[in-house]
């Protein structure tokens, strides 16, 4: 079945310095789709970004992620960390099936911890 | 203001009893989830729910049961908790290829 894999459980950065959260998948599916969220503390988990295109780089709030196929990964960067990008970021992955999002698998998850 | 709501926020339960989570969403999506949260597992999807009555086991199913009456609602049982049912339960909803929807969470401990 689908995997998606975040090495990292915890990533610790210095605020201003540039953020790279890891993600590699493994699918069957060649129209996967591939996301990231961030949840913040006591709040929902939330769409950040996501892409289909290989090769593509999407952006949202600062954040970019490229789909790379021939790799299998789509990591999330940044290039300046801020203190409230502290939060647990979620790399996952959909298929589109009779047009419509298959469940979404999710990786264990990164906590970004931004210090001052 | 769409959204999705999930009561309770916090629930305490001895072994052996019965849970009832409950899920609510205003959007009429047709698709509702039930994922659990724990440290370095991530988000596990429990079960899927496709409309009312039309249930499927997601990948972690094994002590709970769901149920749908209703579009709008979707509620998680536990017959009998187990402490390793300990857990922050995520309830999502969708619609086509709309994204997802999560609720804010229940945080349930199993003493």
């Known amino acids: 079945g689908d995997s998606v894999t975040q090495k990292e459980g915890l990533v610790t950065l210095t605020e201003g310095l540039p953020v790279m959260l890891n993600c590699t998948y493994q699918t069957i599916y060649s129209n996967a789709f591939l996301f990231w969220y961030v949840h913040y503390l006591n709040e929902s988990p939330r769409l950040l970004l996501k892409?289909?295109?290989?090769?593509k780089r999407t952006e949202h709030q600062g954040f970019h992620a490229t789909l790379h196929k021939s790799s299998s990964s789509f990591h999330l960067q940044k290039s300046s960390a801020q203190l409230s990008d502290s939060a647990l970021y979620y790399c996952?992955?959909?298929?589109?099936?009779?047009?419509?999002?298959?469940?979404?698998?999710f990786g264990a998850g990164t906590r970004l911890a931004v210090c001052p | 203001d769409m959204k999705v709501t999930q009561m309770p926020r916090y629930l305490i339960k001895r072994m052996g009893e019965n849970v009832l989570l409950e899920c609510g969403q205003d959007?009429?999506?047709?698709?509702m989830y039930w994922y659990r949260q724990d440290p370095g597992l991530g988000l596990q999807l429990i079960y899927i729910?496709?409309?009312?009555?039309?249930?499927s086991e997601g990948d972690i199913p094994k002590g709970y049961r769901v149920s749908r009456k209703k579009r709008e609602h979707f509620s998680l049982i536990l017959d009998s908790a187990k402490t390793n049912q300990t857990s922050v339960y995520f309830c999502a909803s969708r619609t086509g290829n709309s994204d997802y929807t999560f609720g804010s969470g229940t945080r349930l401990l199993v003493i």
């Open positions: 996952a992955l959909s298929e589109m099936l009779s047009g419509s999002f298959n469940k979404l698998t």
């Open positions: 892409s289909s295109t290989d090769n």
């Open positions: 729910s496709y409309d009312v009555d039309s249930n």
């Open positions: 959007m009429s999506h047709e698709t």
